[in-house]
């Protein structure tokens, strides 16, 4: 095994932890480092990829948002909650430096509406399961 695919695989297993861990405590989000598991094991080996995708970790959270179908509200809710809270925290312990609040500001604003806007909300959580629809040939 090269050095870059053994990054990616470290890589992988260092998302997969924190998304495990992120699934489990409300402070940490799951989904950022659950998508790091999925490229790090795409790029590094298609058996743990092919595994990880079939895993109930995966299919809870990233699913639904990889096939284009959107999340949940609950998990969007989710997100921007943990977000704003580490973000405030960031912004809080910057109180010397305007320009780095003004930036840790902007990127907060555009998660925000990248969320609310960006992202399809799924009315509930038994649209996860539903096969993406099937685009008609002409």
């Known amino acids: ?3 870059k695919k ?3 695989l470290i890589l992988g297993f260092l998302g997969l932890i924190l998304g495990a861990v992120g699934a489990v405590l409300p402070l940490l989000p799951a989904f950022p480092f659950l998508l790091l598991a999925a490229f790090g094991f795409a790029k590094s ?3 743990l990829h092919t595994w ?3 895993t109930k970790l995966y299919k809870n959270n990233l699913e639904s948002y990889v096939k284009g179908q959107g999340m949940t509200r609950k998990t ?3 997100i921007m909650i943990t977000v704003t809270v580490l973000m405030s925290i960031g912004f809080i312990m910057m109180h010397a430096v305007p ?3 003004i930036v840790l500001a902007l990127v907060w604003l555009f998660h925000i509406l990248y969320f609310l806007f960006g992202v399809k909300t799924l009315e509930t959580d038994k649209a996860i399961s539903q096969p993406a629809p099937e685009l008609e040939e002409a």
């Open 45 to 47: 080996s298609e058996r």
């Open 6 to 8: 053994l990054g990616y």
């Open 99 to 101: 320009v780095g609040r």
């Open 52 to 54: 990880f995708i079939s």
């Open 1 to 3: 095994m090269n050095i």
């Open 76 to 78: 969007k809710v989710r």
